[in-house]
Protein backbone atom coordinates (compact mmCIF):
# COMPACT_ATOMS: atom_id res chain seq x y z
CA UNK A 1 0.00 0.00 0.00
CA UNK A 2 1.46 3.29 -0.89
CA UNK A 3 1.77 6.02 1.98
CA UNK A 4 -0.73 9.25 2.01
CA UNK A 5 2.39 11.33 1.58
CA UNK A 6 3.19 9.60 -1.84
CA UNK A 7 0.05 9.26 -3.04
CA UNK A 8 -0.65 13.13 -2.52
CA UNK A 9 2.40 14.16 -3.89
CA UNK A 10 1.39 12.26 -7.05
CA UNK A 11 -2.47 13.74 -7.17
CA UNK A 12 -0.72 17.10 -6.83
CA UNK A 13 1.27 16.42 -9.95
CA UNK A 14 -1.58 15.38 -11.62
CA UNK A 15 -3.63 18.43 -10.61
CA UNK A 16 -0.72 20.09 -12.34
CA UNK A 17 -0.67 18.53 -15.07
CA UNK A 18 -4.15 18.57 -15.79
CA UNK A 19 -5.45 21.91 -15.30
CA UNK A 20 -2.86 24.05 -16.60
CA UNK A 21 -2.81 23.00 -20.64
CA UNK A 22 -6.45 23.86 -19.77
CA UNK A 23 -5.36 27.68 -18.19
CA UNK A 24 -2.92 27.88 -21.18
CA UNK A 25 -5.06 27.18 -24.28
CA UNK A 26 -8.06 29.22 -23.37
CA UNK A 27 -7.19 32.23 -24.51
CA UNK A 28 -6.81 30.96 -27.85
CA UNK A 29 -8.67 27.96 -29.40
CA UNK A 30 -8.85 26.69 -32.67
CA UNK A 31 -12.13 24.83 -34.25
CA UNK A 32 -11.87 22.27 -37.18
CA UNK A 33 -14.55 22.17 -39.18
CA UNK A 34 -14.51 18.39 -40.63
CA UNK A 35 -17.35 19.67 -43.49
CA UNK A 36 -16.69 21.94 -46.50
CA UNK A 37 -17.25 25.28 -45.60
CA UNK A 38 -18.30 25.85 -49.56
CA UNK A 39 -21.38 25.11 -50.88
CA UNK A 40 -21.08 25.13 -55.49
CA UNK A 41 -22.72 23.71 -58.19
CA UNK A 42 -20.71 24.05 -61.06
CA UNK A 43 -23.99 24.08 -63.40
CA UNK A 44 -26.23 26.90 -62.88
CA UNK A 45 -24.06 29.48 -63.10
CA UNK A 46 -24.00 32.48 -65.16
CA UNK A 47 -21.78 35.13 -67.22
CA UNK A 48 -22.97 38.84 -66.01
CA UNK A 49 -21.47 41.44 -68.55
CA UNK A 50 -21.47 44.61 -65.77
CA UNK A 51 -20.23 46.64 -68.48
CA UNK A 52 -20.89 49.78 -66.03
CA UNK A 53 -18.06 48.67 -64.09
CA UNK A 54 -14.52 49.93 -65.42
CA UNK A 55 -11.44 48.47 -65.15
CA UNK A 56 -8.50 50.64 -63.03
CA UNK A 57 -5.26 49.40 -63.15
CA UNK A 58 -2.84 49.69 -60.08
CA UNK A 59 -0.38 52.83 -60.69
CA UNK A 60 3.30 52.17 -61.24
CA UNK A 61 3.96 54.72 -58.14
CA UNK A 62 1.20 55.55 -55.13
CA UNK A 63 0.95 59.03 -54.92
CA UNK A 64 2.29 60.41 -51.06
CA UNK A 65 0.38 63.40 -49.76
CA UNK A 66 3.23 66.20 -50.24
CA UNK A 67 1.66 68.53 -47.25
CA UNK A 68 0.06 66.27 -44.96
CA UNK A 69 -0.85 69.49 -42.56
CA UNK A 70 -4.10 70.44 -43.94
CA UNK A 71 -7.38 68.62 -45.10
CA UNK A 72 -7.88 67.85 -48.73
CA UNK A 73 -10.10 65.93 -51.27
CA UNK A 74 -10.07 62.92 -53.27
CA UNK A 75 -12.62 63.48 -55.72
CA UNK A 76 -14.72 61.36 -58.16
CA UNK A 77 -13.71 61.87 -61.92
CA UNK A 78 -15.86 59.69 -63.42
CA UNK A 79 -19.63 58.23 -61.92
CA UNK A 80 -21.26 59.19 -59.54
CA UNK A 81 -20.45 63.03 -57.81
CA UNK A 82 -18.65 62.25 -54.94
CA UNK A 83 -15.52 64.24 -52.52
CA UNK A 84 -13.79 62.53 -49.62
CA UNK A 85 -12.39 64.60 -46.91
CA UNK A 86 -9.70 64.12 -44.34
CA UNK A 87 -11.31 63.44 -41.23
CA UNK A 88 -8.03 61.87 -39.62
CA UNK A 89 -4.48 61.69 -40.60
CA UNK A 90 -3.02 58.56 -38.62
CA UNK A 91 -0.20 58.62 -36.01
CA UNK A 92 3.09 58.77 -37.34
CA UNK A 93 5.39 57.05 -35.69
CA UNK A 94 2.95 55.13 -33.30
CA UNK A 95 2.98 54.58 -29.58
CA UNK A 96 6.21 54.69 -27.90
CA UNK A 97 8.19 54.75 -31.18
CA UNK A 98 6.53 52.17 -32.68
CA UNK A 99 6.65 51.45 -36.37
CA UNK A 100 3.06 49.96 -36.80
CA UNK A 101 3.28 50.03 -40.63
CA UNK A 102 0.82 49.75 -43.59
CA UNK A 103 -2.90 50.26 -42.54
CA UNK A 104 -4.55 47.68 -44.60
CA UNK A 105 -8.73 47.42 -43.10
CA UNK A 106 -11.09 49.43 -41.35
CA UNK A 107 -13.93 48.88 -39.36
CA UNK A 108 -17.02 50.44 -37.23
CA UNK A 109 -18.71 49.25 -34.38
CA UNK A 110 -20.99 52.32 -34.07
CA UNK A 111 -20.46 56.24 -33.74
CA UNK A 112 -17.36 55.55 -30.94
CA UNK A 113 -15.07 53.27 -32.09
CA UNK A 114 -13.21 52.51 -35.43
CA UNK A 115 -10.57 49.91 -35.64
CA UNK A 116 -7.55 49.78 -37.99
CA UNK A 117 -5.27 46.34 -38.70
CA UNK A 118 -1.96 47.58 -38.90
CA UNK A 119 0.56 45.29 -40.62
CA UNK A 120 4.47 46.17 -40.67
CA UNK A 121 6.75 45.03 -43.63
CA UNK A 122 9.06 43.64 -41.36
CA UNK A 123 6.56 41.86 -39.66
CA UNK A 124 5.45 39.08 -42.09
CA UNK A 125 2.08 37.62 -41.41
CA UNK A 126 2.05 39.81 -38.33
CA UNK A 127 -0.02 42.89 -37.12
CA UNK A 128 -2.02 44.53 -34.89
CA UNK A 129 -5.42 46.19 -34.40
CA UNK A 130 -5.29 49.93 -32.88
CA UNK A 131 -9.10 51.30 -31.63
CA UNK A 132 -9.79 55.32 -31.90
CA UNK A 133 -12.20 56.74 -29.65
CA UNK A 134 -13.75 58.84 -32.79
CA UNK A 135 -16.20 60.89 -30.10
CA UNK A 136 -13.24 62.24 -27.84
CA UNK A 137 -10.94 62.49 -30.99
CA UNK A 138 -13.52 64.91 -32.58
CA UNK A 139 -14.92 66.82 -29.14
CA UNK A 140 -10.57 67.51 -28.84
CA UNK A 141 -10.94 68.87 -32.48
CA UNK A 142 -8.58 66.67 -34.58
CA UNK A 143 -10.58 67.22 -37.45
CA UNK A 144 -9.93 70.28 -37.75
CA UNK A 145 -5.99 70.35 -36.74
CA UNK A 146 -4.98 67.00 -38.66
CA UNK A 147 -1.27 67.70 -37.23
CA UNK A 148 -2.44 67.00 -33.63
CA UNK A 149 -3.60 63.24 -34.08
CA UNK A 150 -0.95 62.93 -36.66
CA UNK A 151 1.78 63.87 -34.25
CA UNK A 152 -0.05 62.22 -30.93
CA UNK A 153 3.32 61.02 -30.26
CA UNK A 154 5.82 63.01 -31.10
CA UNK A 155 7.30 64.95 -27.74
CA UNK A 156 7.42 68.19 -27.42
CA UNK A 157 11.07 69.43 -25.95
CA UNK A 158 11.40 65.90 -24.55
CA UNK A 159 7.66 65.51 -23.15
CA UNK A 160 3.82 65.35 -24.57
CA UNK A 161 1.68 67.82 -24.37
CA UNK A 162 -1.48 67.99 -22.24
CA UNK A 163 -3.90 67.62 -25.73
CA UNK A 164 -1.23 64.46 -26.72
CA UNK A 165 -2.00 63.06 -23.33
CA UNK A 166 -5.64 63.35 -24.30
CA UNK A 167 -5.42 61.83 -27.61
CA UNK A 168 -3.57 58.73 -26.37
CA UNK A 169 -6.14 58.49 -23.66
CA UNK A 170 -8.59 58.17 -27.13
CA UNK A 171 -6.28 55.70 -28.46
CA UNK A 172 -5.89 51.75 -27.86
CA UNK A 173 -3.13 49.93 -29.56
CA UNK A 174 -3.37 46.13 -29.25
CA UNK A 175 -0.55 43.37 -29.35
CA UNK A 176 1.24 41.92 -32.25
CA UNK A 177 -0.76 38.35 -33.74
CA UNK A 178 -0.50 36.40 -37.26
CA UNK A 179 -3.03 38.50 -39.02
CA UNK A 180 -1.93 37.50 -42.48
CA UNK A 181 -2.44 39.93 -45.21
CA UNK A 182 -4.78 41.60 -42.62
CA UNK A 183 -7.16 43.32 -45.24
CA UNK A 184 -10.04 41.61 -43.59
CA UNK A 185 -10.96 42.99 -40.64
CA UNK A 186 -15.03 43.46 -41.10
CA UNK A 187 -17.77 43.87 -38.10
CA UNK A 188 -20.84 41.61 -37.73
CA UNK A 189 -24.22 43.80 -36.94
CA UNK A 190 -26.09 41.59 -36.18
CA UNK A 191 -24.37 38.98 -33.19
CA UNK A 192 -21.61 42.24 -32.25
CA UNK A 193 -19.00 39.62 -33.45
CA UNK A 194 -15.46 41.13 -35.20
CA UNK A 195 -13.98 38.81 -37.63
CA UNK A 196 -11.54 38.55 -39.74
CA UNK A 197 -9.53 35.94 -42.09
CA UNK A 198 -5.75 34.84 -41.13
CA UNK A 199 -4.68 34.57 -44.64
CA UNK A 200 -1.07 33.99 -43.84
CA UNK A 201 0.86 34.60 -47.05
CA UNK A 202 3.94 33.17 -48.29
CA UNK A 203 4.66 36.25 -50.82
CA UNK A 204 2.69 39.07 -51.99
CA UNK A 205 -0.95 37.60 -52.71
CA UNK A 206 -0.06 34.13 -52.51
CA UNK A 207 -1.49 32.36 -49.64
CA UNK A 208 0.59 29.71 -47.72
CA UNK A 209 -1.83 26.94 -48.26
CA UNK A 210 -5.59 26.31 -49.30
CA UNK A 211 -7.00 26.29 -45.35
CA UNK A 212 -9.22 29.12 -44.50
CA UNK A 213 -9.02 30.61 -40.81
CA UNK A 214 -11.60 33.16 -39.60
CA UNK A 215 -10.80 34.93 -36.58
CA UNK A 216 -12.99 36.32 -33.71
CA UNK A 217 -11.35 39.31 -32.24
CA UNK A 218 -12.30 40.16 -28.77
CA UNK A 219 -12.85 43.86 -28.61
CA UNK A 220 -11.29 44.24 -24.89
CA UNK A 221 -8.05 42.85 -25.60
CA UNK A 222 -7.76 43.62 -29.59
CA UNK A 223 -6.69 40.25 -30.43
CA UNK A 224 -8.30 36.73 -31.13
CA UNK A 225 -9.85 34.77 -29.18
CA UNK A 226 -10.77 31.82 -31.15
CA UNK A 227 -10.74 30.91 -35.08
CA UNK A 228 -12.15 27.93 -37.12
CA UNK A 229 -9.89 26.63 -39.62
CA UNK A 230 -11.81 24.74 -42.59
CA UNK A 231 -11.71 24.16 -46.35
CA UNK A 232 -13.47 25.65 -48.85
CA UNK A 233 -13.53 22.84 -51.46
CA UNK A 234 -17.05 21.28 -53.38
CA UNK A 235 -17.70 19.60 -56.68
CA UNK A 236 -13.80 19.87 -57.28
CA UNK A 237 -13.26 23.08 -56.81
CA UNK A 238 -11.55 24.55 -54.14
CA UNK A 239 -10.78 28.12 -53.02
CA UNK A 240 -7.80 29.49 -50.89
CA UNK A 241 -9.34 31.02 -47.75
CA UNK A 242 -10.50 34.90 -48.77
CA UNK A 243 -9.07 38.01 -48.20
CA UNK A 244 -12.08 40.66 -48.01
CA UNK A 245 -15.14 40.26 -45.86
CA UNK A 246 -18.05 42.48 -44.93
CA UNK A 247 -21.59 41.83 -43.15
CA UNK A 248 -24.99 43.08 -44.05
CA UNK A 249 -27.63 43.85 -41.18
CA UNK A 250 -28.30 40.48 -41.08
CA UNK A 251 -25.81 39.05 -40.16
CA UNK A 252 -24.82 37.60 -43.54
CA UNK A 253 -21.26 37.48 -44.66
CA UNK A 254 -19.27 37.99 -47.64
CA UNK A 255 -16.26 38.46 -49.55
CA UNK A 256 -15.26 38.36 -53.59
CA UNK A 257 -12.29 37.14 -55.84
CA UNK A 258 -10.89 36.61 -58.61
CA UNK A 259 -9.50 33.31 -59.98
CA UNK A 260 -8.58 35.04 -63.49
CA UNK A 261 -11.35 35.38 -65.89
CA UNK A 262 -13.73 36.81 -63.99
CA UNK A 263 -14.89 38.19 -60.41
CA UNK A 264 -16.90 35.51 -58.19
CA UNK A 265 -19.24 36.64 -55.06
CA UNK A 266 -19.29 34.44 -52.02
CA UNK A 267 -22.36 34.97 -49.14
CA UNK A 268 -22.58 32.82 -45.84
CA UNK A 269 -22.65 32.51 -42.36
CA UNK A 270 -19.67 32.79 -39.65
CA UNK A 271 -20.64 30.96 -36.62
CA UNK A 272 -19.05 29.92 -33.34
CA UNK A 273 -17.67 26.77 -34.37
CA UNK A 274 -18.12 26.58 -38.16
CA UNK A 275 -18.66 28.81 -41.40
CA UNK A 276 -20.76 27.90 -44.26
CA UNK A 277 -19.85 30.14 -48.08
CA UNK A 278 -21.87 29.77 -51.33
CA UNK A 279 -20.66 30.75 -54.37
CA UNK A 280 -23.40 32.94 -55.66
CA UNK A 281 -24.79 32.18 -59.41
CA UNK A 282 -23.67 35.23 -60.92
CA UNK A 283 -19.70 35.31 -62.44
CA UNK A 284 -19.17 39.30 -62.95
CA UNK A 285 -17.13 39.95 -66.30
CA UNK A 286 -15.62 43.35 -65.46
CA UNK A 287 -14.08 44.45 -61.77
CA UNK A 288 -12.77 47.47 -60.58
CA UNK A 289 -9.21 47.36 -60.35
CA UNK A 290 -6.04 45.68 -60.61
CA UNK A 291 -5.79 44.56 -56.40
CA UNK A 292 -9.18 43.16 -54.43
CA UNK A 293 -8.20 45.59 -51.75
CA UNK A 294 -11.47 44.71 -49.46
CA UNK A 295 -15.45 44.82 -49.58
CA UNK A 296 -18.00 47.27 -47.70
CA UNK A 297 -21.77 46.90 -46.83
CA UNK A 298 -23.73 50.52 -47.08
CA UNK A 299 -26.23 49.56 -44.16
CA UNK A 300 -28.25 52.91 -45.43
CA UNK A 301 -28.25 52.29 -49.43
CA UNK A 302 -28.15 48.47 -48.69
CA UNK A 303 -25.23 47.95 -51.25
CA UNK A 304 -22.18 45.79 -51.67
CA UNK A 305 -19.13 47.45 -52.11
CA UNK A 306 -16.18 46.34 -54.20
CA UNK A 307 -13.21 48.52 -53.29
CA UNK A 308 -9.92 48.54 -55.63
CA UNK A 309 -7.07 51.19 -55.85
CA UNK A 310 -8.84 54.46 -57.19
CA UNK A 311 -12.21 52.70 -58.18
CA UNK A 312 -15.01 51.47 -56.18
CA UNK A 313 -17.91 49.46 -57.84
CA UNK A 314 -21.32 48.89 -56.17
CA UNK A 315 -24.68 47.06 -56.17
CA UNK A 316 -27.70 45.68 -54.20
CA UNK A 317 -27.24 42.85 -51.56
CA UNK A 318 -30.67 41.67 -52.76
CA UNK A 319 -29.22 40.44 -56.14
CA UNK A 320 -27.73 38.46 -54.92
CA UNK A 321 -30.77 36.39 -53.48
CA UNK A 322 -31.78 32.96 -54.95
CA UNK A 323 -29.96 32.29 -58.55
CA UNK A 324 -29.50 36.23 -58.21
CA UNK A 325 -31.37 38.67 -60.65
CA UNK A 326 -27.96 41.28 -60.96
CA UNK A 327 -27.95 42.90 -64.17
CA UNK A 328 -26.02 45.90 -65.62
CA UNK A 329 -27.63 48.65 -64.48
CA UNK A 330 -27.87 46.95 -60.75
CA UNK A 331 -24.34 48.72 -60.85
CA UNK A 332 -22.28 51.95 -59.93
CA UNK A 333 -18.75 52.59 -60.43
CA UNK A 334 -16.20 54.96 -59.68
CA UNK A 335 -13.00 56.20 -60.88
CA UNK A 336 -11.11 58.71 -58.52
CA UNK A 337 -7.76 61.03 -58.97
CA UNK A 338 -5.47 60.41 -56.57
CA UNK A 339 -3.39 57.30 -57.25
CA UNK A 340 -3.82 56.78 -53.62
CA UNK A 341 -4.14 53.03 -52.44
CA UNK A 342 -7.39 52.51 -51.10
CA UNK A 343 -7.01 50.11 -48.30
CA UNK A 344 -10.92 50.13 -47.49
CA UNK A 345 -14.13 51.30 -46.27
CA UNK A 346 -16.06 51.65 -43.14
CA UNK A 347 -19.56 52.91 -42.11
CA UNK A 348 -21.42 53.03 -38.53
CA UNK A 349 -24.58 51.52 -38.10
CA UNK A 350 -26.97 53.63 -39.56
CA UNK A 351 -25.44 56.57 -41.46
CA UNK A 352 -24.50 55.75 -45.29
CA UNK A 353 -21.60 58.23 -44.93
CA UNK A 354 -18.51 56.56 -46.00
CA UNK A 355 -14.94 56.59 -44.15
CA UNK A 356 -11.79 55.32 -46.65
CA UNK A 357 -8.93 54.39 -45.52
CA UNK A 358 -5.64 55.04 -47.75
CA UNK A 359 -2.36 54.92 -47.44
CA UNK A 360 0.90 57.16 -48.27
CA UNK A 361 0.22 58.86 -45.84
CA UNK A 362 -2.30 56.64 -43.89
CA UNK A 363 -5.57 58.54 -43.01
CA UNK A 364 -9.27 58.87 -43.17
CA UNK A 365 -11.47 60.61 -45.26
CA UNK A 366 -15.17 61.14 -45.54
CA UNK A 367 -17.98 61.07 -48.16
CA UNK A 368 -19.67 64.47 -48.62
CA UNK A 369 -22.97 62.79 -49.10
CA UNK A 370 -24.47 59.09 -48.56
CA UNK A 371 -22.08 56.89 -51.18
Not at 44 to 70: E, G, I, Q, T
Not at 123 to 138: E, Q, S
Not at 163 to 173: L, M
Request: proline share 5%; charged share 20%.
Amino acid sequence: MKSPRIFFFILGLTTIFLTCPITANAKFVIYHQRSSALIYHRSHMRFLNNKAVHYVHVPAHYKRVMSAVHRHTITAIRGKAVNFTTRYILPFPGKNGQHWGNPQSIAMTGKKYLYIVYCPTSRHNKGRIVRFNTKALDALGVRLHPTELRDAYVKKKNHYTHIQKQIHKAIKAGPLFITGHGQSLAYNWKNHGMYMWRDKEKAPRVPVNNWGYIQHINLKTLRPDHAIRFRLKSHGMSVPGGHDLTFDKSGNAYFWSYPGWCAYIYKGRIHHKSVKFRLTKQKLRHLPGTRIQSMAYNPKRKRLLMISDDSIASFPKSGLNGNGHLTNHSFQWNAFTPKREFEGIAYNSHSGIANLLVNHVPEILTSNHTF
